[in-house]
């Protein structure tokens, strides 16, 4: 399925593209933004319910104010964890002295280095995903990179096509995904042998 077609039922590819360059922000259409953020308010219904239980059983056991705060870190946890969440989302640019069609070819000589999987491309987007079989539980990032001129956006955020672990259990890999990409862009964008990257 392509990047069109995901956001058929949103907006456009163009208005989608023209947003993700004006807002610097990744645009997921509304089935992906329901399964990326659906763990963490899962996870929220459930904290406010232990939250309810553990405030219930201090007040019988009539314990001191502080023990209710323990209630608190369940909820305040998972709130953190949608917040990042939606941190993940913002798209990290890099400005580059190169045209829209360089850029293009150097992202995707960066992704196949990578060993990243590309999922679907245009002139204006690329899409990869990333597997990882040493941790079992973060088997994949989804990679998501904004192609303009002189300019390159990118993230990296948990695969929302996957189930619940692997949204809210990152092991920090999606920094370190962003890390290597914008390093290895900035390198071969600067490189003596840029015209043979980009002249293919």
Known sequence: MNFLAKLRSSMTMSEAYRTMLETERLVLNPRR???YY???IGNIVVAIWVTGIIIFLFSKARLPALFY???LIMPLLTVYTCVRQSFALQLKSLTTRL???ENREIARKVVDELGWSLQQHS?????AITVFDRVPAVRSQ????VIA???ILMTSISQPDYGNV?????LGQNEKNVDRFMAMVTSLSRSPIEEDVVGR
């Open 99 to 101: 045209s829209k069609r």
């Open 149 to 151: 001129d002189q300019r």
């Open 33 to 35: 933004r329901i399964r």
């Open 166 to 170: 692997q949204v809210i259990l990152t």
């Open 38 to 40: 659906a763990p963490s």
């Open 123 to 127: 002139d204006d987007y690329i899409e």
């Open 69 to 71: 705060l323990l209630g």
């Open 142 to 145: 989804l990679i998501a990179i």
